[in-house]
Nanobody
Framework: QVQLVESGGGLVQAGGSLTLSCAAS????????MGWFRQAPGKEREFVVG????????YYADSVKGRFTISRDNAKGTVYLQMNSLKPEDTAVYFC?????????????????WGQGTQVTVSS
């Protein structure tokens, strides 16, 4: 069973940047699509960004296009989320997740393994 560990969250001022990392255990990381989701207090979890197994396709929520970038290093078993120009509305717990189909698309039903989450707080 793959396990995911997120890191890199924290407190940042609006306009600042953070980079989140998600390290996966196991030998089949390179076959997985990966996604980042977030959940703000009182709101449902929402898709943020995803990447296919070979990084040829990426998917972004409209709210983060042009500000967030997803990347992966299959040799290290890690997926990254570079977040720039952060806004207070980006405040949430961020989760990475595994899509064993390899797509990394926005459909949450494709994801079956989740990390514990990392808090991102953007102050105004």
């Amino acid at each position: 069973q793959v396990q995911l560990v997120e890191s890199g969250g924290g407190l940042v001022q609006a306009g600042g940047s953070l980079t989140l990392s998600c390290a996966a255990s196991g030998r089949t990381f390179s076959t997985y699509g990966m996604g980042w989701f977030r959940q703000a207090p009182g709101k449902e979890r929402e898709f943020v960004v995803g990447i296919s197994w070979n990084a040829e396709k990426t998917y972004y929520a409209d709210s983060v296009k042009g500000r967030f970038t997803i990347s992966r290093d299959n040799a290290k078993g890690t997926v990254y989320l570079q977040m720039n120009s952060l806004k207070p509305e980006d405040t949430a717990v961020y989760f990475c997740a595994v899509d064993r189909h390899g797509f990394g698309s926005s459909s949450e039903s494709l994801y079956d393994t989740w990390g514990q989450g990392t808090q991102v707080t953007v102050s105004s």
